[in-house]
């Protein structure tokens, strides 16, 4: 492996969907731009506004105090009514459709009546994610009182049934992209949906198409009211991100209408012998070519599966180097965009030489329902740092976020002392009430940080110097049980930060995250050693440990290994310990021995001293032990 990294930047010839760029929503054909720091024009939309909140990547459900069930979020704007219509939207969301958690989008009202009381009784013809798991068409009627009072529905109908396509799960997040059209002049409706194959691009396929004549009352006015409605339970209260609404006077062309760049290549990766693209599907590169700019020039291809792999006579310097690619094809012949693709190579070990600057500590990627998301930087210096001198940057699914400077209010940060970046300060300290404001810097343009995997990058405004960077997947560092709400903690700042290693999920005994104070892992650690010491502990130290408290009478001691999960997996008894110590002490050992394919990821070591003595811990990085 090379001591290099690569930060990558990317760039196509061609124009981009905006969809990739920033938050956006379609109206009346034409886009509508939301920046991050805005709320949500309530001259345009209805419903209930303050259960949405415009991140980078777009529109998100953000319910600050919902009910254990039955909890509605509603969106909705006047569109221009025409003869032949379509609506298009790319959808995600982290929840299994249930009949308590499902997503209505209302793209047509038939027809329309109202009581004595006041209530309106409403047709519409609408796209439902539900309990079938599919995303199919229905005639559905409910009732309203008003425009921002929850609907009640009172009957379904299928117009177009899905077959096809792919089952939403539960535990991951679920795309929809969709096309419906609708020809007043026939009365048609087509259903499109996205498909996803690892041999053809993204693509909208029809699901069906189904003449639904009735009393369409609305086809003489000038405009409609399209919405969409959440329903959802507590704990999926933030699990629905709208990334694009579209609509068109016109009948679209399902191959437009992907929200979708067009682009093969997912990412960009160089372990010191070759570059390697990471693609979506299959490529066909025998009419590609590969030029990297500063010289070795053009480069060969091979492909394994979805990667292209693209060989290097001798490993890059460090340095900037542009990489352009054209002419890569999917397996069905369609023509992937031309881009080019800007990365510098660092030297990683420039990454802890110096630590004048902030060091990445704890991150909160997705919080619990009514908490927010956190970043916290520790001072190891001597020496307080100005965080107005730093920016973060977010690379997600391959693409890198534009740098965020950190203008924040409380700035200074003080030698080995904590800070926690966060949106939302106030709601932080509700979550933990034993952060005070002093640790806090609210930071408006904060960046959504993915749910899933994603990396977050410091840097020095001054030269765009990368300073530490740390690419994380969620979900391997869970505990048991927890889906959510855990923080992930830096284990030592001695250790890179990219070292995913060097990195675990928060405690359960301290409440699964420790923002503004200790990572658990040094909360937890019993050991009399002072910090300084028990960084540079060493087999000799631990073997010293185990002999010593061996001359004492009734000593025992244990070792105990735990994976990254925080799972034990191995366990060494007192005749164990002692044996393995002796065998190091005469030259026997060398090392721990290896437990099954990989290193465990924590060293316990438990010791007695004596028959009555209180036991002390060390708690020991495999990281840093030779094996």
Known sequence: MSNMKLLLLRSCFVALSLLLLSPIVFAQDKIVSFPDSTQLDPTIWEGTLDRFQLTHEGLRLNDSNPQKNSNQALLGCKIPNSSTLSWTGAIEFDMLPTSRNRIDIFLYPINSTRDAKGVFHTRYMVLSVEKE?????????????????????????????????????????????????????????????????????????????????????????????????????????????????????????????????GSIIKDVMYDGNALRLLCIAIPNVEKASFHLSPEPGDLTATVEGTTITLPLATPLSVGSYQLQVEGITFEDGTLSPPERFSFDILDEGAETKDQD???????????????????????????????????????????????????????????N??????????????????????????????????????????????????????????????????????????????????????WKAASEQAGYATPGKPNSILQNDPSSVDKEKRKGISLKDIVKIILAADAIKGSKVRILFYSQKGEREAVWHHDQVLQWARSFEKGEETHFPLYGKRVPFLLYLQVREGSVGKPKGYCVPMLSLPF
């Open 133 to 261: 798991k599919r995303a199919e068409l229905q005639c559905v009627k409910t009732s309203q009182v008003s425009p921002s009072s929850p609907l009640v529905f009172e009957s379904r109908e299928v117009v177009i049934s899905n077959t096809i396509g792919y089952d939403f799960v539960k535990g991951d997040t679920n795309k929809l992209d969709y096309l419906v059209s609708f020809d007043a002049s026939t009365s048609q409706w087509s259903l499109f949906v996205n498909c996803y194959s690892p041999y053809t691009p993204p693509r909208l396929i029809e699901v069906g198409t189904e003449v639904y004549r009735d009393d369409y009352q609305y086809q003489t006015v000038s405009w409609i009211k399209s919405k969409i409605c959440i329903t959802y339970s507590k704990s999926n209260a933030s699990a629905v991100l709208i990334k694009s609404l579209g609509f068109y006077t016109r009948l679209l062309d399902p191959e437009s209408a992907v929200p979708k760049d």
């Open 417 to 502: 002392d904590y800070i926690v970046i966060c949106a939302w300060g106030e709601r932080l300290v509700e979550q933990f009430p034993s952060l005070t404001v002093q640790k806090i810097a609210e930071l408006k343009s904060f960046p959504s940080l993915p749910n899933t995997e994603g990396q977050l990058t410091l840097l020095r405004l001054e030269d765009k110097a990368t300073l530490e960077t740390f690419a994380y997947n969620y979900k391997s560092y869970a505990p048991k049980g927890k889906k959510r709400g855990y923080s992930l903690e830096r284990i030592d700042y001695t250790i890179k930060a990219s070292e995913s290693g060097n």
């Open 357 to 415: 600057h902030p060091l990445l500590s704890e991150i909160m990627p997705y919080p619990e329902v009514d908490g927010t998301e956190f970043i916290e930087f520790y001072n190891a210096s001597k020496k307080v740092i100005d965080l107005r001198n730093y920016g973060l940057m977010l690379r997600k699914e391959g693409r890198a976020s534009k740098i965020i400077p950190l203008e924040v209010n409380n700035y200074l940060l003080k030698p």
